[in-house]
């Protein structure tokens, strides 16, 4: 099992920074893939950005491109999500995913179908 621990969120005004954190504990040795999504009230969850472990090759849905950005430190077991240039329609509950077991895809549907989930960290961008 693995365990995700999401921190970080705040309240910021448009145009602000913030940094995510995204701590994993447990079996992290069998981590492959982790991911960072979020959701707003009446959306879909959405994908907003995912990594390979062994890799560090990241991908961003497009929106997101340009603003945010996926690290990660492997040592600490930790993912983290630089978001700039926040906008009100940022405002949202980001969530950390990550996927174990055997190498396969790392992609959102999959993260979503099969992936372990963090409990969320509220993220409002408002002036």
């Known amino acids: 099992q693995v365990q995700l621990v999401e921190s970080g969120g705040d309240s910021v005004q448009p145009g602000g920074s913030l940094r995510l954190s995204c701590a994993a504990s447990?079996?992290?040795?069998?981590?492959?893939?982790m991911a960072w999504f979020r959701q707003t009230p009446g959306r879909e969850r959405e994908g907003v950005a995912r990594?390979?472990?062994?890799?560090?090759?990241?991908y961003y849905a497009n929106s997101m491109r340009g603003r945010f950005t996926i690290s990660q430190d492997n040592a600490a077991n930790t993912v983290y999500l630089q978001m700039n240039n926040l906008k009100s329609e940022d405002t949202a509950i980001y969530y950390c995913?990550?996927?174990?077991?055997?190498?396969?895809?790392?992609?959102?549907?999959?993260?979503?179908?099969?992936?372990?989930w963090g409990q969320g960290t509220q993220v409002t961008v408002s002036s």
């Open positions: 995913a990550a996927l174990g077991g055997e190498k396969s895809q790392c992609n959102f549907a999959e993260l979503s179908r099969s992936g372990y």
């Open positions: 990594i390979f472990r062994d890799t560090n090759n990241p």
């Open positions: 447990g079996y992290t040795s069998n981590i492959y893939c």
